[in-house]
């Protein structure tokens, strides 16, 4: 039984008010549901390093971009994606956009995808530099010394 004021309405939530309610929530919804576990795309048990240069750099969210042509021990090129953490996760990391224009060499650790297709999720970034970035954002960030 709902409480009534002086008008005799009812306190409890006008309909357009529970419609608003319901389509947040949903809104809700397909971010959450577009948002994948690193064991849905990639298998722990592959490792990968990649050694190449930058061709493109994708600050994009929910994941960035990291497309790297990787030159093999027979001369084969291979364009590899690395999907890493969101752009602030590698701001706050350390990580800048100059760090990672066309043409720097890089280090990438990281796991293969389960398809065994050219993309990979990045664990860690190695510069020319000496720097060691952390790049997951599904994996916990845990210090150098723990991996």
Known sequence: ?????????????????????ATIILAAVPPLIAHHAFSSEFD??????????????????PHGWIHVKVRQQDGAVKHWAVEVATPNTLL????????????????????????????????????TDGRRIFLSSALADVGDDQR
Do not use: C, F
Not at 97 to 125: E, N, S
């Open 1 to 21: 039984m709902h409480a009534t004021n002086r008008r005799g309405s009812s306190r409890a939530l006008p309909i357009r008010a529970l419609i608003v309610i």
């Open 44 to 61: 722990a048990s592959q490792p990968v390093r990649l050694t190449g240069t930058v061709t493109q750099m994708e600050w994009v969210n």
């Open 92 to 127: 706050r990391r350390g990580l800048r956009k100059a760090d990672l224009v066309v043409g720097t060499t890089i280090t990438i650790d990281g796991y293969q995808a389960k398809d065994r297709g050219l993309r990979a999720h990045g664990t860690y970034l190695t510069l």
